[in-house]
């Protein structure tokens, strides 16, 4: 069993939200600058809108929040999302037996009391050539163990070698001071998680992921997961940057548009965040917030 791990807990939370502040004030230079090319002459960069999330218990009681941060229509990102939330209580009879399937937590029904605290991103741009991008960090606490989760990956629909390149180099020499074999371990993982069964196909074209890690070690797992969180912008930015600038034609737009179709098949039907944050009764639109605006099938 667990202690309630109360300073680790506030710990993980502040990051994740010192991590949103980080990317949120980089998406928006990146509207700033976006003096070439297509919607360059845009009325005004874009901007994030931001809402409180709060969630209540069955019996009324405060089960914790969050901030859901979405920037739509702007230069350079068409929708892009940055959630981050803390949220507690007890797990409902579905969200339990899934654990204790998957975790192996016996003692779950006798004290199903849980605790979560994460950051989510998902970002679809407006230029074909730039690739959408997924990204999210969380801890997990119950009384019977606790673990963090969480990753990054890209998901071009035009896709360019160097560019899949640089975002698994960052990531690798981001994991390597944690030891050789995360960034191959972490690696496969995400190959392996982000993979459509029906379409017998990756989504994207792979980055990093892990779940339920947990080596007893607070702190080194949890240095392990900032870093997989500090990867994030000098691996995707710089693509950005080098893509925005590019014109595209309608049939990369719909290229594009049908690339998205997968991004939205696979969170419905397999992304296990979408699945918990229904089940425990988050707010919808913040856990619904990585579908694209657009998409279309063949």
């Known amino acids: 069993m667990t202690t309630d791990f109360d300073t680790e807990k506030a710990t993980a939370s502040a ?3 010192t991590l949103r502040d980080r990317i949120v ?3 928006e230079a990146l509207e700033d600058s976006h003096g070439e090319g297509p919607l360059s002459d845009a009325a005004a960069p874009g901007r994030f809108e931001v809402s409180e999330t709060r969630r209540a ?3 009324g009681s405060d089960a914790g929040g969050g901030l859901m941060s979405v920037m739509r229509g702007g230069r350079v990102f068409e929708k892009v999302g940055v959630n981050v939330s803390t949220v507690y209580g007890q797990l409902g009879e579905r969200a339990q037996a899934a654990m204790m399937a998957r975790k192996g937590l016996p003692g779950m029904k006798d004290d199903p009391r849980f605790w979560a605290s994460g950051i989510s991103l998902v970002a679809h741009m407006q230029n074909p050539h730039v690739p959408a991008v997924h990204m999210n960090t969380r801890m997990f ?6 673990w963090f989760g969480g990753g ?3 998901n071009p629909c035009i896709e360019y070698d160097e560019d899949t390149a640089h975002f698994h180099g ?3 020499a981001h994991l390597d001071p944690h030891g050789a074999a995360h960034y191959p371990r972490l690696k496969d993982w995400a190959d392996e998680y982000f993979y459509i069964p029906h379409r017998h196909r990756a989504r994207g074209v792979g980055g990093i992921f892990m779940d339920d890690y947990c080596t007893d070690d607070w702190p080194a797992d949890f240095a392990l997961t900032q870093d997989i969180g500090r990867a994030f912008v000098p691996a995707f ?6 893509r925005r600038g590019q014109s595209f034609t309608e049939a990369d737009r719909d290229t594009q548009l049908i690339h998205r179709g997968l991004y939205a ?3 419905l039907v397999y992304d296990r965040g979408t699945k918990f944050g229904l089940e425990t009764g988050h707010d919808a639109n913040a856990v619904l917030m990585s579908l694209p605006p657009l998409a279309k099938w063949p």
Do not use: G
């Open 141 to 146: 606490w119950t009384p019977h163990a606790w």
């Open 237 to 242: 930015v710089p693509l950005v940057e080098k």
């Open 25 to 27: 004030a980089a998406f």
């Open 57 to 59: 218990s069955d019996d």
């Open 265 to 267: 098949e696979y969170n």
């Open 15 to 17: 990051w994740f939200r």
């Open 170 to 172: 960052v990531q690798k």
């Open 152 to 154: 990054s990956d890209l």
